[in-house]
């Protein structure tokens, strides 16, 4: 549920006026709201003496279910604070997963500790690059005769790496030889699939990095 409140702000000419502050965001409920995070509109108020419009920064309880992310999002000037935020943080976030776990699915994902929102904004906007990127992959798998498989976006995310990953067709788990070869078909296609061609680029390093995605998604 997204929230917002009347909070008193203090302009830097000094005026102190009311205005309505959006204090959790929850994408579900408000899709509209991660593209107005994103484009800087969120917690946007406009000064009635001097007329300046700046950001009001408040802590921010940011949720987006489908993508698995809570980010318990801190003013910049907390980050002095952070073991303190920290602590707080998991305390709050145990005690909602356990109301939340009697009416529905446990959550099984770990939150996010950001100070400043512009941290949580290019988070966001990487992984919309990504999420382009799956949906061409998406797209051209079957005209490339590959498979696809998805991994929880919460692994992706802390792997560094896309929530959909190419395979070979008919495959049904993750084979590091068959994810390599796919890795391989799809940028050559495809070389401007930047995300992917990191991926392409860990692989082959290292088969480690196909057990370890395995073993996290399990």
Do not use: W
């Amino acid at each position: 549920m997204s929230i917002s409140n009347l909070e008193e702000i203090k302009c830097p000419c000094g005026e102190v006026f009311e205005a309505e502050l959006l204090s959790a965001i929850s994408v579900s409920d408000n899709p509209e709201l991660k593209e107005a995070l994103i484009s800087g509109e969120i917690n946007l108020v406009s000064c009635p003496k001097c007329g300046d419009m700046f950001y009001a920064e408040r802590f921010i309880l940011y949720h987006d279910s489908e993508n698995e992310l809570i980010a318990f999002v801190y003013p910049l000037s907390f980050q002095n604070q952070a073991s303190q935020c920290r602590e707080k943080m998991l305390k709050e976030f145990k005690t909602a997963s356990e109301n939340i776990a009697r009416e529905k699915q446990a959550i099984n994902y770990a939150p996010l500790l950001i100070f400043g929102i512009e941290d949580l904004v290019l988070l966001l906007k990487a992984e919309q690059e990504v999420e382009d990127e799956e949906m061409v992959l998406s797209h051209i798998a079957s005209k490339l005769s590959l498979g696809t498989i998805k991994i929880p976006p919460h692994i992706a995310r802390k792997l560094g790496i896309p929530k959909i990953l190419p395979v070979l067709k008919g495959e049904k788990e993750l084979d590091h030889k068959s994810v390599l070869s796919a890795l391989k078909t799809l940028t050559g296609h495809n070389p401007n699939l930047l995300n992917y061609i990191k991926l392409l680029d860990k692989i082959s390093k290292s088969k480690n990095i196909t057990e370890e995605i395995k073993r996290k998604a399990k």
